[in-house]
């Protein structure tokens, strides 16, 4: 009898268990469809209003946020009529003062007509200095040469050194089930 209600014991405990996880679940789903939006840990917005012309083509910094493992610039790239014009930062076209010496790792354009560039994190605190020397237009297949130079206000003194900070993690390994 007492097998039975040890195992009886250990079902209601893990039905528990399984129960709490469900709710918890349920909660954070229903804050993430209701719009409520968790803050980004160790990162800051910041406005920007820096904007550079080179080749008949107008960049225009929006915003960046900073964290330590990436610089997220948000711009708008527009021609000599203010026309909105879609376009690609290649690989290699990057160059700035006051960041890490890390190739960007990404771009994207998004339904408004501006663009997103992952840059590398910055390495002091207040303004650097963003700088592409090419862009590549209609479906990034025409090469425009330039120098597009956009200052950045980075973060303040006071708040550097939280938003820069990086966890470095210790290399290990875990067995699970006899396997490395």
């Known amino acids: 009898m007492r097998k039975i209600d040890a195992k009886l014991g250990l079902t209601i405990a893990a039905a528990a268990m399984f129960v709490s996880a469900g709710a918890a679940t349920g909660v954070a789903t229903r804050l993430w469809y209701s719009g409520a939006e ?3 840990p160790g990162g800051v917005l910041i406005a920007q209003s820096s904007e550079s012309t080179a080749s008949g083509i107008t960049l225009k910094a929006l915003s960046a946020t900073f964290s330590g493992t990436e610089t997220v610039l ?3 790239a527009t021609d000599e009529a203010g026309n909105l014009i879609d376009l690609v930062v290649p690989d290699g ?11 960007p790792q990404g771009f ?3 339904d408004d007509g501006s663009f997103i560039v992952e840059l590398p994190p910055v390495i002091h605190p207040g303004s650097v200095v963003v700088e592409f020397g090419e862009v590549r237009v209609h479906e990034g297949r025409d090469r425009v040469a330039g120098r597009w130079t956009l200052p950045l206000v980075g973060p303040s003194e006071t708040e550097f050194g939280d938003v820069m900070r990086v966890e470095e993690l ?6 699970v089930e006899g396997r490395r």
């Open 38 to 40: 968790p803050e980004t």
């Open 74 to 76: 948000n711009f708008r």
């Open 93 to 103: 076209a990057f160059t700035g003062d006051g960041f890490r010496p890390i190739p």
């Open 108 to 110: 994207q354009r998004f």
């Open 170 to 175: 210790q290399v290990g390994t875990v067995d």
